[in-house]
């Protein structure tokens, strides 16, 4: 079986080809903001001006096309003006081949992927990225959220610190460029509630460091070992109340090598297993999607058209799981 798959929720615009055993061929185009952080309408004047050009590259050098069984969209959560491009040109698409729809939900499809690329059976997922970061894990039927940011995505949070340290979008990359090279550590909020942690505290006092005269590197170096510190905690907690030992990174922050060291160390110490998909997997793809659409449709999900809206604030947890 074969699904197209397209991403658009957010800065990246994705389509993809995949089987049941691999990736066949993906096309992207990122948006990168001129100036400041991402802004909606720009993004999706971006996916709209995009996407003709994505697809069809995408599909050039494919010609089995009739082979193609389903047709997926990330249908949320993300951006309104930016899901909106996408599902047009899925329905669209859709129509055109005579296939059915599939709208996925994106962060499970960040943790499918994940379990796809590395093995891992039933893991407490860390998925962070731009918008969202959250511990996950199955139960029964449903992947559940066991802690969330309660403001802003660690990805966010990250780029907010470059932005105001005159760094371009994306921060993160830069932020850990640049922590590499910190030698002291600065106090910053160290915020866990439960099982939930919180960054817009932190990125305010970050700032200020900045603003004091501290050096850029020790800045990234304080705020990147305070906020995965936050991470990792609530990580190793979810793994023990759930008596789990396996944890799956995904989402586009999970590239960090720090992070990534952090969190082995824990499962080391623990015995548990660390895992992380090959970095293209990581970030917003279309092929995430792609998989996804495709496990659900062999489980009996489709979207007709009429169901098809976008869901801006669509949760995890609003999915029925039907696979193992
Ligand atoms: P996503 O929305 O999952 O594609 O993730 C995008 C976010 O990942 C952005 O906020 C980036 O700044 C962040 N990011 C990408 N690479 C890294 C990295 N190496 N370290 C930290 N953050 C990163
Ligand atoms: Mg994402």
């Not at 305070?226 to 793994?239: D, G, N, P, S």
């Not at 992070?259 to 623990?270: A, G």
Request: proline share 4%; charged share 25%; hydrophobic share 40%.
């Amino acid at each position: 079986m074969i699904a197209l798959g397209i991403e658009g929720t957010a800065w990246s615009l994705s389509a993809a080809l995949v089987d049941e055993k691999d990736v066949i061929a993906i096309e992207s185009r990122a948006y990168v903001p001129k100036e400041g952080g991402i802004h909606p309408r720009e993004a999706s004047q971006h996916h709209s001006e995009n996407i003709g050009h994505v697809i069809s590259s995408l599909l050039s050098n494919f010609d089995e096309i009739d082979k193609i069984d389903v047709v997926a969209f990330s249908q949320g959560p993300g951006l309104g003006p930016c899901l909106r491009v996408v599902a047009t040109a899925a329905r669209a698409i859709a129509l055109k081949l005579k296939k059915p729809l599939v709208g996925v939900n994106h962060c499970l499809a960040h943790v499918e992927v994940g379990r796809w690329k590395t093995g891992a059976r039933n893991p407490v997922s860390l998925y962070v990225s731009g918008g969202n970061s959250q511990v996950i894990a199955r139960r029964g039927d449903r992947y559940r959220v066991f802690g969330e940011t309660l403001d802003i995505g660690i990805g966010n949070a990250l780029d907010k610190l470059a932005r105001h340290m005159r760094l371009k979008h994306p921060g993160g990359p830069k932020i850990e460029k640049l922590a590499r090279k910190g030698k002291k550590y600065y106090e910053l909020p160290y915020v866990v509630k439960g099982m939930d942690f919180s960054f817009s505290g932190m990125v305010t006092a970050a700032q200020r460091l900045y603003d004091d005269g501290i050096p850029a590197e020790d800045v990234a170096f304080s705020f990147q070992e305070t906020a995965f510190a936050m991470l990792t905690e609530v990580t190793e907690r979810a793994l023990a109340y759930l008596d789990l030992d396996e944890v799956l990174l995904v989402g586009g922050v999970g590239a960090n090598e720090r992070l990534q060291e952090m969190l082995r160390i824990m499962c080391e110490d623990r015995g548990a297993r660390f895992y992380a998909p090959p970095k293209q997997l990581m970030g917003d793809n279309g092929a995430m999607i792609a998989y996804t659409g495709l496990l659900m449709y062999k489980h009996g999900y489709s979207t007709p058209v009429g169901n098809s809206a976008v869901k801006p604030d669509f949760r995890i947890d609003d999915v029925e799981v039907r696979w193992d």
